[in-house]
DNA sequence: ATGAAAGCGCTAACAA
DNA sequence: TTGTTAGCGCTTTCAT
């Protein structure tokens, strides 16, 4: 009588499944916790029990009393761009399989909306911290080392992570690209790079490393920023050989620019290489597909994400933290193609 | 001396600003939560107090003595496809503007997935859940309604949903594009579904109510299940065009698929839409910049996701709940361009 | 505007 | 293997 009252006020708890399986409350919280820590016996008069009150745990009861919980904070440059899909499967595929959620954010490419979120996702007492990003305010810094929680930053190979820093490197991928064109006889090469304030300084850094290599003095002139969009990366191309007719090979930053400029070239009839050689910094399905396929570097974007996240579980395995090594390179490949 | 000490040990409390600041745990609680209802003069006091001793609030603590969290959990069919990126985009959009934050599932299209992440993420008392998903188990939904919260299903028109519904018709979209190729003229429409089990059943419903309006016969054998990827695509329209040569119109569920059917008639010199028109059932970027750019159905996905949002803030605000309409049909939009 | 007391639902630590 | 006790760090309620 009074139990049917009840159920209707308030969700059922441990004490009610434990009174229905005549046992007491922490030996429901076992069974479910650590099922082998019980008898079969009660395992079995208690999974009735649970089934019968309706019993869902109140896992904010238990992340309070044992000071710990199971999700990740997750905060990414932009949530929607397809770009870090990939990254966030992989987190998924190692988080999940190991009893561990993900809360996500969006920082929107600004530092200070960083600060306010890593702020408000530190309130939540998460067991680790995912940072597309590695350039933070100093209170981040400061946040984040006072949280003794694993970090780890991506987007780029640093110096000095936080805690973990797993990456590959732009500077090294967009030096290998441009490598790429002067080995294939290319001279004349622009660079393309895409306007988010992200990795374009370090990806326009190794493009100037490589033509220094290659003895090809750098040109301002056709050195350009382009939205990350169809449209932009045609109209670039168009620009780049109306403008400056020696140009001979196109390195773009964005995956997405370069698709618009080969389709732009396209229409136009401009063949590519011949006329003019495209490569990608980030490859994507579209860019083997095109006519001709695009060169492009293949990053490990979901290995990055799944890496991650195993680092988390590991570190809520054996809790000592820090035991790894600070800094991992998963390295690139550069897939060749048609387009160049 | 003792405090300094303490720091080191554990993460300071409320308490512990509290005495800095020379007033009770209460006045700090309110200072954070509801700076008005403090005076001027302790709020400054407090504000030092926190950046003095370094104060993270706990908000597990906060949400066990309040019985409220500020997560919304959303479970989406596949986390890093990019078909959700918009709707997530839009869900994020509205809660973060209003201080609420996402945790996010991925339940692979399986709904016994599904319900574990339910159970599992009920269990952290979310303030509301977003299912991209209309269809689940029995359980599922007992868990649900039990939860008392806020409860938006997404992906789908329904009539008998959980809580709220917020979608579009596949059906209705299906349909009009089945009747927009057959007002062009085209007669022999072949309908290429996506392989994933979601709403590929409504979609052929669509498909078939359009051609019954326009008095065509539904020819099974041109009604084919095609992967969602530009390979498939292409391998599909090679293979219509080869075996049923009447064929003058694709029309596919997946924009990927009907993108890569475009490149390979590009490849195959099959004039598009002269040979055969081709319409895509979602559009993308993409569709957009292909020659000849394909005609598609525009889905509202961001909109979905941000009128989730919005409904699951509306509830937190009246927190009377279930004051809205239970089912809203945000339609689509026909893209006409040079594919058909 | 501020404070004191009580307790949210669970788990850690200890005991049997 | 099972139970008892004592909190986890906050917010609610009630008082002043």
Redesign the pocket.
Known sequence: MDDHLQERI?????????RHA????????????NP????A???AKIALAIDAVG??????????????TKIVAVLVPSIGTPFFGPTIEGLNEALSKNGLYMAIGDVGYSPSEEERLVEAFLAQRPCGMYLHQTTHTARVRKLLAQARIPVVEAGSLISNPIDVNISYSNVDAARAATLHLGERGYRKIAFLSSSRPSRTKEREEGYRQGLKQLNIPFDPRISLSVTSTFEDGGRAIRYLIETYPDVDAAFFSSPIAAVGALLECQRQQWPVPQRIAIASFDDSDLAAQVSPALTAIRLPRYEVGRQAGQYFVDCLNRSDMSAGLSSVDLGFQLIQRGST
Chains 1, 2 share one sequence.
Not at 10 to 18: C, G, K
Not at 36 to 39: G, P, T
């Open positions: 308030r969700r059922p708890r441990l004490e009610d499944v434990a005549g046992v007491s409350p922490i030996t429901v919280s076992r069974s479910i916790r082998e820590s019980v008898s016996a009660a395992r019993y869902v745990p109140n896992q904010i009861a238990g992340s309070l009393a044992s000071n710990q």
